[in-house]
């Protein structure tokens, strides 16, 4: 009964994640910003289904096989956000007009082969509402 | 010495005749006993970066959620409230397999998307859904993600 309970719950914030995902995909206004989005589905969506999958089964041979795909899913989805991202960027996607700050600007030599690294201010800036945490 | 454990863990599965995750758990958690018992512990040990490992998974997981919920919000609300953008993140981890995993580390985190590696390795290009400043960003980077990621790779 308990185990019924979590499955459903599980089932349903998976999905629910996987929703916003797709939305968030479709209204965000920029590439890179779609691809932070994608990262909700590979993580939380995901990880939610499989695991509402290994518990409904229940079996220890399908729960290790549940558990290696969330892992292969967690390996392997960062790679191909960030190479879109950096695709994108390199190509000369521009961010969206809302933007802050583009430190990346300028950092590539011409031919696009080398990359600078930039000296920042390391002192800790203000708070803020919109810091990460 | 992680691969003394491994192979104990799996002769514990073996002998006992129970292939399965709880068994190999099981055999996992004896066979760290036994070397906690047969091997020096301390600083820089394996038992100093066992319990480090699982520090950094429960951080890495409890982040990801806090971001779910966060990029959660900003895909309903104005998009106005967001201040994306992209920062230069210094790095102080310089391995191969360190900067690999920090970056997926990052854009696994919902919101956050690793762009490039400066080529001498000395910075992360990051792009980021809602930067109040880039100096506190790039503060709560290094303070979280790279922090635990020195601590498992170093």
């Not at chain 1, 779609?34 to 229940?58: D, E, F, H, I, N």
Request: contains cysteine.
């Amino acid at each position: 009964m308990v185990v019924e309970w979590l499955v459903v719950v599980l089932l349903l914030a998976g999905t629910f994640f996987m929703v916003v995902a797709g939305i968030g995909i479709v209204r965000m206004p920029d590439v890179y910003l779609r691809m932070s989005c994608t990262s909700k589905a590979a993580t939380l969506g995901s990880g939610c289904l499989l695991a509402a999958y290994a518990l409904q089964v229940g079996d220890a041979g399908i729960a290790v096989r549940a558990l290696a795909t969330a892992a292969f899913l967690l390996l392997t989805a960062p790679v191909a956000a960030h190479m879109i991202g950096r695709a994108a960027y390199r190509l000369g996607v521009p961010l969206w007009a809302g933007s802050c700050c583009d430190e990346l600007k300028g950092a590539y030599s011409p031919s696009g082969d080398f990359l600078q690294s930039r000296r920042v201010d390391e002192t800790p800036g203000p708070r803020s509402s919109l810091d990460r945490r | 010495m992680a691969f003394l454990h491994w192979i104990l863990a799996v002769l514990w599965v073996a002998l006992t005749g129970q292939w399965s995750l709880g068994g190999l758990a099981i055999g996992w958690l004896f066979a760290y006993g036994v070397l906690w018992l047969t091997h020096p512990h301390g600083p820089g040990t394996y038992f100093a970066r066992v319990p480090r490992v699982f520090r950094a998974l429960v951080v890495f997981l409890w982040e990801i959620l806090l971001a779910n919920l966060r990029v959660t919000y900003h895909v309903f609300a104005p998009l106005d409230r967001m201040r994306p953008g992209i920062v230069a993140v210094p790095l102080d981890v310089q391995s191969d397999a360190a900067i690999t995993m920090l970056a997926n580390a990052i854009t696994l985190t919902p919101g956050t998307l690793s762009l490039d590696v400066a080529s001498d390795r000395q910075t992360l290009y990051v792009h980021g859904m809602r930067i109040g400043d880039p100096r506190s960003f790039r503060r709560d980077i290094k303070r979280t993600l790279e922090k635990h990621v020195k601590e498992v790779c170093e």
